[in-house]
């Protein structure tokens, strides 16, 4: 595929970013209007809030996002299964109150800086993952051979979809943080590290499972068929399936500030909250929660 400079110009003009990924659906470029990245007040007081309790206030927030979007998921996987499927259902519900006891855990933390807490964190929010993923498997109807997840080389369906489809949202957090006039690479969970856009893989956490996790484990549970091909990537169709459902979800309407918008906006919204918090415009960042 090639774009003309008159394609990418147009697109400059307008505010429109391009986005580069693999076959994996893995981000490696984007393209942005200079213009963006002209907001140079928000970007220090990014920059300094690491160095606070801003950052931590911000990295608490998030983890706090994660779990309770992950309980919440489980909650709905179980909703509609307390007849047809009353055992499975009781294991959903007993995932999600097992991950609600880690908000325990993160309110405990106290710190003056998440330099000094972020194994903490990053403890809490992995062993809840473990549960989640772990409870998730049993919804999978065996025909896909889900082994659980796994990030790197994934030699099934599942986990290619999901990786794909993290792939797009990705690329809409870095969108609405650049719109936002903060630096994708500053984050304060995840830690700095050449070309490791940080603030992405932060914001990220809240967005996951009602954009993607939703719409991946919602295909399987419908059995629709998701293919490989012989280098045990999705194929073509599968790729476009995902791409398709996955951006039809971000357009989809939740309840977010005492409205219905669409997830996209909600997540414009967040990134707009970051930056009004660092700058002290605003007292605290709360977390996207999900309505389940």
């Known amino acids: 595929m090639s774009f003309s400079s008159d394609a990418i110009e147009a697109c400059s003009r307008e505010g429109i970013p391009i986005h580069f990924v693999d076959a994996l659906g893995r981000p490696y470029a984007a393209l942005y209007s200079a213009g963006l990245t ?14 606070d309790r801003r950052g931590l206030r911000l990295a608490l927030a998030f983890a706090r996002g994660k779990i309770r979007n992950q309980a919440g998921f489980l909650r709905y996987m179980a909703k509609y299964r307390q007849e047809s499927a009353p055992q499975l259902h009781a294991l959903l519900r007993d995932g999600a109150d097992r991950l609600e006891e880690f908000l325990d855990g993160l309110k405990a933390i106290k710190a003056e800086r998440v330099d000094e807490v972020r194994g903490e964190i990053l403890a809490l929010e992995g062993r809840a993952a473990q549960i989640y993923w772990d409870t998730l498997r049993a919804v999978v109807p065996a025909k896909y051979n889900w082994p659980g997840r796994k990030t790197r080389k994934p030699g099934d369906a599942i986990n290619n979809a999901l990786n794909y489809g ?5 690329n809409a957090v870095q969108r609405s943080l650049v719109l936002a006039g903060l630096d994708p690479y500053g984050g304060f969970i995840h830690t700095d590290r050449p070309g490791k856009p940080s603030l992405v893989f932060d914001l990220i956490e809240e967005f996951r499972q009602v954009v993607v996790d939703r719409t991946v484990f919602g295909l399987a549970n419908k059995g629709v068929a998701l293919h490989l091909n012989d280098k045990n990537l999705l194929d073509e169709k599968t790729r476009r399936t995902i791409a398709d459902k996955v ?13 219905r918008q669409p997830l996209r906006t909600i997540l414009q919204s967040q990134a707009r909250h970051i930056a009004t918090f660092v700058r002290g415009d605003r007292a605290r960042y709360e977390p996207f929660i999900a309505r389940w």
């Open 247 to 259: 951006t039809a979800r971000l357009e989809a309407a939740e309840r977010y500030e005492r409205k």
């Open 38 to 51: 002209g907001t140079v007040l928000t970007r220090r007081e990014q920059l300094l809030a690491y160095a």
């Open 166 to 170: 993290y792939g797009i949202l990705y």
